[in-house]
């Protein structure tokens, strides 16, 4: 039988790890890439999800958060901290609960999907909440990761993005090379340069023919790339992405321009399409974070930028059951109840 180890053991080989090294793993990695006939009949491209919210968190940083956590632990005991949108929390709370050591997440005030603040809770973290934005958070972690007791795994600790680049090997197995376009949402600006290393380490390995073209999507009140300079008072509706001033800045520059990409925004209206879209016809629901890069696509493909024939791969960053409340808007819901039996229920379903 075969079992998915994580992403440390199955991809050792290609990531700093010592022999020796305690592995803090929770299976993450081993994402389904699922192909999205819906998106490829309207791009005329072959279009995959990499669904990232099957980790064992519900996102993609459960792949970075496996190597920072084994490394916070090989050196003895420290503070697993972090600034956080939610899901970097979600998944530090988890990881260091499972390696037996604190941890204490400062979060943006009332700006946190509920399913992510339970998921801190439930893990036995800490919550600071600031008056403040991701930005400000980031800047006082920075600080306090200074001291020796204190372990910073936001994605400045290289070892995130050393986790995170297994997310390109994974795509390149299932596909037997690079696709020629990868999408994904940009906030921090942590996963597209994570991506972008994969897919080189990969090419200089032999494993890919090419690396893909690399586009990034941003939310419009949270588009530094696309405006060329940090944004004071980020705002979006994408939560996880409400982020200003991102600390990858020169990587992510790095990865589009070396890649010929693009990093173009979406407004909030067509993130929340996006999301409807890929949940009623792709079956795949994920948070309005995610679906910025589909709509992402979407809007390039409208705008004829998608070549004939190309294979895409969208990563779909986190899971939609992190923030129902978002998904559902307005939606009430209140079923209606009927009584226990075959007539009331085929009457309620038209089928009487
Ligand atoms: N999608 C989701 C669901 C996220 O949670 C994040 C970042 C991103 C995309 C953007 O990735 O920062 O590497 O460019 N969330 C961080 C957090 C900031 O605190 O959970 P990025």
């Known amino acids: 039988a075969h079992q998915w180890r994580g992403v440390i053991n199955e ?21 389904p890439l699922v192909e999205a006939p819906a998106l490829s009949e309207r791009t005329g491209a072959t279009v995959y999800l990499k669904v990232e919210g099957a980790n ?14 084994s490394k916070v632990a090989a050196g ?35 700006k946190i999907a509920a399913g992510k603040l339970a998921q801190a809770i439930v893990h036995g973290a800490t919550l600071v909440s600031l008056e403040g934005n991701f930005d400000d958070g980031l800047r006082v972690v920075r600080e306090l990761g200074r001291r020796e007791d204190v372990a910073l795994v936001n994605s400045v600790n290289p070892y995130r993005l050393q986790g995170q680049k297994t997310a390109a090997f994974e795509i390149v197995d299932a596909l037997g090379d690079a696709p020629t376009i990868h999408v994904l949402p940009v906030g921090n600006a942590g996963n597209i340069s994570a991506y972008w290393m994969g897919y080189r380490e990969y090419l200089a390995a032999g494993r890919s023919s090419r690396t893909p073209v690399m ?26 992405i409400r982020i200003g001033n991102p600390a990858s800045w020169d990587l992510a520059v790095a ?12 407004s909030d209206a067509e993130i929340l399409d996006a999301q409807a879209l890929v949940s009623r016809e792709v079956g795949v629901f994920v948070e309005p974070a ?36 978002t998904a559902l808007g307005s939606t009430p819901i209140d079923p209606v109840v009927v009584p226990a039996t075959t007539v009331a229920v085929a009457e309620a379903l038209g089928l009487a």
């Open 11 to 31: 991809y050792a080989q290609y990531l700093p790890i010592e022999p020796g090294d305690p592995v803090v793993t929770l299976g993450e990695g081993g994402t």
């Open 290 to 325: 995610s679906a910025a890069s589909v709509a992402g696509l979407l809007a390039r493909a409208a705008a004829g930028d998608v070549p004939a024939g190309a294979t895409i791969v969208c990563t779909v960053t986190g899971n939609g059951l992190k923030d129902t409340a």
């Open 215 to 240: 586009w990034g999507v941003q939310a419009d009140g949270s588009a530094p790339f696309v405006k060329g300079e940090p944004v004071e008072n980020p705002e979006t509706i994408a939560t996880a």
């Open 255 to 266: 990865a589009r321009e070396e890649s010929g990409g693009r990093i173009d925004a979406v």
């Open 76 to 110: 003895g005991r420290a503070l697993v901290l972090c600034a956080s949108t939610g899901n970097t929390s979600a998944s530090a709370a988890a990881y260091a609960a499972r390696a037996g050591l604190p941890c204490a997440v400062v979060l943006p005030a009332g």
């Open 56 to 69: 064992p968190t519900g996102s993609f940083k459960d792949r970075g958060m496996t190597m920072a956590v």
